[in-house]
């Protein structure tokens, strides 16, 4: 059974920092991992889908990193702003069929 | 990008009734949709997934017979939460994808379900 784990649970930085968020995942097997953010009482927003076969992925400020192998996605935040805060949940896919499987997520407060 | 609605946003309702909730995906034609559930600073877990025009499949745990879930036409799909108790308060969300199997899914705002 596919676990994900976000670490750390909650990180609070100053405006301005670059910053890392880690998620890792026990069955290498998957068909994609994907980043998403969640505002307070709100849905999810994708920000970067990795396929199983890529190893990274970017988007503006934002690029995440995949190693299957060993079970890990990192998502980096460049010159973070108070608007990044959110909670960020990575989401992985296995192969074969349609389930995603959630991390327990990072809640992130950028100060001004 | 790929926009899903949810209707409605937030529902109060008294123990024991039923409440529908609806998921549409608007511009785009939606072969699967999936229907979750996130109690407070948790994750999402999975309720169920539907295919248009057949039965749920629902996750273990997950009562069928009392969550009910539609996927009548490839743009609409509800979960109606049957005699709902106060242990059904939960933020809901809706998440639709347009293909096969790892296909980008795109989620709907949610809707906060209090019973009470």
């Known amino acids: 059974k596919q676990e994900v784990t976000q670490i750390p649970a909650a990180l609070s930085v100053p405006e301005g920092e670059n910053l890392v968020l880690n998620c890792s995942f026990t069955?290498?097997?998957?068909?994609?991992l994907q980043w998403f953010r969640q505002d307070p009482g709100k849905g999810l927003t994708s920000l970067l889908l990795i396929q199983s076969s890529q190893r990274e992925q970017t988007s503006g400020r934002l690029n995440a990193s995949l190693d299957k192998s060993s079970g890990r996605s990192t998502l980096y935040i460049a010159a973070s702003q108070p608007g990044d805060s959110a909670t960020y949940l990575c989401a992985v896919r296995g192969t074969g069929f349609q389930k995603l499987v959630f991390g327990t997520g990072t809640r992130l407060l950028v100060s001004p | 990008g790929a926009v899903v609605s949810q209707h409605p946003s937030r529902v109060i309702c008294k123990s024991g009734t039923s409440v529908k909730i609806e998921c549409r995906s608007l511009d785009f034609q939606a072969t699967t949709m999936f229907w979750y559930r996130q109690f407070p600073k948790q994750s999402l877990m999975l309720m169920a997934t539907?295919?248009?025009?057949?039965?749920?499949?629902?996750e273990q745990g997950v009562e069928k017979d009392k969550f009910l879930i539609n996927h009548a036409s490839l743009t609409l799909s509800t979960l109606t939460v049957t005699s709902a108790h106060p242990e059904d308060s939960s933020f809901y969300i809706c998440s639709a994808s347009a293909g096969a199997a790892g296909e980008t899914q795109y989620f709907g705002p949610g809707t906060r379900l209090l019973v009470l």
């Open positions: 539907s295919n248009e025009g057949s039965k749920a499949t629902y």
């Open positions: 069955d290498s097997a998957i068909y994609n």
